[in-house]
């Protein structure tokens, strides 16, 4: 009898520990089923209003959270604003400067969600949730979304400059980019895939049009010249062109499809596709789509689990520009 019940509660006592455990560590689709059930359906509609207004925005906000999990994890810092002494914006960074966008419609469905449920919902969770949203509502992939990252209390402008990717980086410098984040060399292209849809601006891909034409189609240059002066002025450096020129605004395979052509915009797109060991990558997807969007999801899915704050970890932020 007394074995029966040190038995129980032995077991009872391992479970704790287990759960504990999970609650500490790890991100769970269901974490706020109980505490805001609301809270995807809330963001979703938020994201659907914002792309059917401005199909870019489903590019920017998938853009968002990969440059917000590659800068201290996915812990929403990228969203903080310069408070001085304490917090360097990360937007000032290089990669994100004139660039990065999307920040409304984050802050729009924090609102939504802070009416619901005030005080319970991440702003790391809002932006991981909205890549996944963005790129459904205009083709692309949807996947379930692991919750209950908390956001953090800094920022890093220093990281966000050496960690993120320069459209300059030539293949090795992608590769060991993204392997330093847990990424092979066949997920970093499959993550390019994002190209698929946005814009990139002038400065971005000048080098490129106007440098060593070796590896670029004649047509594609000449029509992409006409769309980036090789005149250096801020008016022109700011001027928008399509990553995919085909279907700028659906997320399909298309893009694999024109390094195939020597039709990258970006150097660094077009490095994947140049001879080296990502050719075979880049063909294989070139030729299936679908394959192409399950790895998609699948990386996003991982990319979503860097570095996490989770447990008594950081905070929920009450508007996410700010520490609260
Ligand atoms: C492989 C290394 C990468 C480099 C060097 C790179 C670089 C760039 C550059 C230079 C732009 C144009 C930005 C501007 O002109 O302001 C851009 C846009 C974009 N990037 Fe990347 N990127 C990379 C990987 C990724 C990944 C992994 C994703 C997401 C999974 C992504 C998603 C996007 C999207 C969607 C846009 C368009 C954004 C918009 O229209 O607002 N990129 N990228
Ligand atoms: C970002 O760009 C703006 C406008 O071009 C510039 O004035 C500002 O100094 C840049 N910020 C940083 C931190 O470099
Ligand atoms: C242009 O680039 C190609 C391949 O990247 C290289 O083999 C060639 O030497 C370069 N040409 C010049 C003039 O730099």
Not at 18 to 38: E, H, I, K, R, V
Not at 221 to 236: M, V
Not at 259 to 271: A, R, T
């Amino acid at each position: 009898m007394g074995g029966r019940i040190q038995s129980v509660t032995t077991t009872f006592a391992i479970i704790l520990v287990l759960l504990g455990t999970a609650c500490d560590a790890q991100l769970s689709s269901t974490f706020y089923d109980t505490t805001c059930p609301n809270a995807l359906s809330t963001i979703r509609t938020t994201i659907r209003t914002a792309v059917s207004k401005e199909r870019r925005m489903a590019a920017s906000l998938v853009r968002l959270h990969f440059h917000d999990c590659f800068v201290q994890g996915c812990d929403a810092s990228i969203l903080l604003d310069d408070s001085p002494p304490t917090i360097v914006s990360e937007k000032g960074a290089l990669p994100n400067n004139n660039s990065v966008r999307g920040f409304e419609v984050i802050d729009q469905a924090k609102a939504a969600v802070e009416k619901v449920c005030p005080g319970v919902v991440s702003c790391a969770d809002i932006v991981a949730v909205a890549a996944r949203d963005a790129s459904f509502a205009v083709g692309g992939p949807s996947w379930v979304v692991k919750l209950g990252r908390r956001d953090s209390t800094t920022a890093s402008i220093t990281l966000a400059n050496s960690d993120l990717p320069l459209a300059s980086d030539d293949l090795n410098t992608l590769i060991s980019r993204f392997s330093n984040k847990g990424f092979s060399a066949k997920e970093m292209v499959t993550l390019s895939g994002a190209h698929t849809i946005g814009q990139a601006r002038c400065v971005t891909f000048r080098n490129r049009i106007y440098g060593n034409t070796s590896d670029i189609d004649a047509g594609f240059t000449s029509t992409r010249q006409r769309g980036c002066p090789s005149l250096i002025n801020n008016d022109n450096n700011k001027k928008l062109s399509p990553l995919d020129l085909v279907t700028p605004n659906s997320f399909d395979n298309n893009y694999f499809k024109n390094l195939i052509q020597k039709k990258g915009l970006l150097q660094s797109d077009q490095v994947l596709f140049s001879g080296g060991s990502t050719d075979s990558f880049v063909s294989e997807y070139s030729k299936n789509p679908t394959t192409f969007k399950s790895d998609f999801a699948a990386a996003m899915i991982k990319m979503g689990d860097i570095s996490p704050l989770t447990g008594s970890a950081g905070i929920i932020r009450k508007i996410c520009s700010a520490i609260n």
